[in-house]
């Protein structure tokens, strides 16, 4: 089975696993989409989730936003870990996005990576949920999974989201992504991955077979 027919089989399987597979980020707007992303990075989306309804109460457009007070943006969003520099990033990106027609977001990789604390994985998201872009979304979990299955060797997120993108066909990338996210949560945890239950087993080269 080569790498395309593999996400084929691991795509049909998962779809049915994750029926739902929207942002476990909460969010009402693509400018409050791309907020919560950023602050997602090095901390849980439940930790997210916890400080997005205080910031975007207060800061409901970038317009408001960019206008903030960086303090008092610090303190809402402090749970979150590096939280001057996250202030510092979302307060620029709403500075850019501002004075766009309807805050709209940009559609492009090179536009969104150049807005401030967007990477790859970032754009990727906002690409894929707000623009219907196949997208491969590199997170951690998606990388531990997708090397656990055998779909790459890679450990650098860029190499394997280019890796990825070349041998999994588009009409797949976004739900295998979403999915494989879904799945490092639910099964395939990093230390004790789950594979007694996990339902890829049969395709899966590390699968662990527990001890008779
Ligand atoms: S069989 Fe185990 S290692 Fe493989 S994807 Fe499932 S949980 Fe992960």
Redesign the pocket.
Known sequence: MNKAEKARAVTDILRKEYPDRRPLLNYETPYQLLIAVILSAQTTDAGVNKVTPELFRRFPNPADLADANPAIVEEIIRPTGFFRMKAAHIIKTATALKDRPDHSLPDTMKELTALPGVGRKTANVILYHIFDTPAIIVDTHFKR?SK??GFTRFTEPEKIEKQLLRAIPRELQSDLSMALNL?GRR???ARK???GN????DL?P???TPAS
Not at 198 to 201: D, E, F, R, S, T
């Open positions: 999974v656990r299955l799945h099964y395939c945890f991955p789950d594979c996990c339902p890829l087993a899966c590390s699968r662990v």
